[in-house]
T-cell receptor
Framework: DTEVTQTPKHLVMGMTNKKSLKCEQH?????MYWYKQKAKKPPELMFV???????INESVPSRFSPECPNSSLLNLHLHALQPEDSALYLC???????????????FGSGTRLTVV | GDSVTQMEGPVTLSEEAFLTINCTYT??????LFWYVQYPGEGLQLLLK???ADDKGSNKGFEATYRKETTSFHLEKGSVQVSDSAVYFC?????????????WGAGTKLIIKP
């Protein structure tokens, strides 16, 4: 299995809702990432988990809360989002200790989030 | 800090034309270089990569050579198809060990007309 699976593919939520994005991989990768991508822009790193521990938080607002329950799963809990948070949210995975990133990341197909 | 510069798009070509998308980089270390492709409405796919000078990455008819002397990693394809229409991102990774982060170019939109 060489895929990263993200659910749901599309999500519309109100500003008072609580929702979660899910990401799963079975490649044995021990680093997992959340990215945010606005239209026509490169992805922006949000969070990095290494061996199920949060290692990087790129100053993301607290209305985004990541969770890594085990080595295969990554969640992003959403609460009280703003319309400007509407974007494509991408999950990715990689081996964390492979030197200069020889193998690249494997990305999921993303969740397209619309906040109304 | 490290950075990646790509040619601005959109790049519009006719089917079967030759494609070049320029990418240059600055890095303090000895980076690995990548091209990712994003088809409309989809996530990112790793297209090809190179980890040391003079390496050539190739996939699906696309090629790019890691040129340390010119700090470049230009993407080429000899004969493009309509299905190649997508956004192409050049990226580098410059961390020697542990988790690594990708530094992204701005992306180049490619439009292929039949």
């Amino acid at each position: 299995d060489t895929e990263v699976t993200q659910t749901p593919k599309h999500l519309v939520m109100g500003m008072t809702n609580k929702k979660s994005l899910k990401c799963e991989q079975h490649m044995g990768h021990r680093a997992m990432y959340w990215y945010k991508q606005k239209a026509k822009k490169p992805p922006e790193l949000m969070f990095v988990y290494s061996y199920e521990k949060l290692s990087i938080n790129e100053s993301v607002p607290s209305r985004f809360s990541p969770e890594c329950p085990n080595s295969s799963l990554l969640n992003l809990h959403l609460h009280a989002l703003q319309p400007e948070d509407s974007a494509l949210y991408l999950c990715a995975s990689s081996q964390p200790t492979e030197g200069r990133g020889r193998y690249g990341y494997t990305f999921g197909s993303g969740t397209r989030l619309t906040v109304v | 800090g490290d950075s990646v510069t790509q040619m601005e798009g959109p790049v519009t070509l006719s089917e079967e034309a030759f494609l070049t998308i320029n990418c240059t980089y600055t890095a303090t270390g000895y980076p690995s270089l990548f091209w990712y492709v994003q088809y409309p409405g989809e996530g990112l796919q790793l297209l090809l990569k190179a980890t040391k000078a003079d390496d050539k990455g190739s996939n699906k008819g696309f090629e790019a050579t890691y040129r340390k002397e010119t700090t470049s990693f230009h993407l080429e394809k000899g004969s493009v198809q309509v299905s190649d229409s997508a956004v192409y991102f050049c990226a580098l990774s410059d961390h020697p060990m542990g988790n690594y982060q990708l530094i992204w170019g701005a992306g180049t939109k490619l439009i292929i007309k039949p």
